[in-house]
């Protein structure tokens, strides 16, 4: 009979060699048995922010106030650096559906803040705070987390500053004591402990409703990036996830399928 089996030593030893600070919670969600490292503590989580962000999108969803074939079209307004696919196309006006796929699949920032500015950034963390995520924060949009990050915290966002944000940035001309790498709650943070609760809540079925973490499961699944989490599973074992990194930033939060050992099957 195979069992499952967490070697919490080893993780123990990876995190002590670990040259960064680290948050990490991992659940068994057939056992209950886990691990935790600074599972409280608040970190910059870069595109992982899109997480809680497609959860009020879905609740707006399931509330009618928005829907999935509403269409939303590009702006001077919308920052164009970033990661994704939308910057470089010609394509200017998408559904919700396509836009939540793109940030979630391919994490495009362009989708993310074209969503954001649909639902609204207060909404969220309204959300957030009423489903118990305590030390999650969503107070800028992407474009406006990369304008702060090259020093441009209050300058307008247009084609022109776009332009001056991806030469600072891409050049190195950030700040990495700033705020965009900070845990505070003024910049896009969350903890260990919120995005596990979060996805468990998602596969159990039970944020928002059945439907809604259906659909973000689907949404999950499809996430391109194979570099973190991934990096070592065979690619049959599927996973749900979402990654986010930036100039000293990695992140991953997921769920990954597992075959079941035989005495739980």
């Known amino acids: 009979m195979s069992t499952r089996v967490l070697d919490s030593d080893a993780i123990q ?8 600070r680290a948050g990490l919670v991992v659940k068994d969600l057939l056992t209950g048995t886990g691990f935790t490292h600074n599972a409280d503590e608040r970190f910059p989580v870069a595109s992982v922010i899109k997480l809680p962000i497609m959860v009020e999108l879905y609740r707006q969803i399931d509330a009618g106030r928005i829907s ?4 939303l079209r590009l702006h001077d307004g919308i920052c164009r650096f970033g990661t ?11 559904t919700i559906l396509e836009l939540c796929h793109l940030m979630i699949a391919d994490s495009d920032d362009v989708a993310t803040d074209l969503i954001t500015e649909a639902i609204g950034l207060d909404q969220v963390n309204q959300t957030m705070a009423d489903l118990g995520f305590r030390d999650t924060s969503v107070p800028m949009s992407m474009g406006r987390w990369h304008y702060t990050m090259a020093g441009m915290a209050d300058v307008e966002i247009n084609p022109e500053n776009d332009a001056i944000v991806a030469q600072d940035i891409v050049a190195g001309r950030i700040d990495l004591e700033g705020l965009p790498f900070s845990a505070s709650l003024d910049n896009n943070v969350s903890s260990a402990r919120d995005m596990a609760r979060m996805l468990e809540q998602i596969d159990a079925g039970e944020l928002i409703c059945a439907a809604a973490s259906a659909a973000m499961l689907e949404m999950l699944h499809a996430c391109e990036h194979r570099g ?10 599927a996973i749900a996830h979402k990654i986010g990194q930036s100039t000293g930033i990695r992140a991953d939060v997921g769920i990954v399928y597992l075959p079941k050992p035989d005495r739980l099957a």
């Not at 994704?84 to 998408?94: L, W």
């Not at 973190?228 to 074992?237: C, E, K, V």
Request: cysteine-free; hydrophobic content about 40%.
């Open 84 to 94: 994704g696919r939308i910057s470089t196309g010609s394509v200017e006006e998408f």
């Open 13 to 20: 030893e990876l995190l002590a060699a670990f040259p960064g």
């Open 228 to 237: 973190m989490i991934p990096r070592d599973l065979d690619a049959d074992i």
């Open 68 to 71: 999935l074939d509403q269409r």
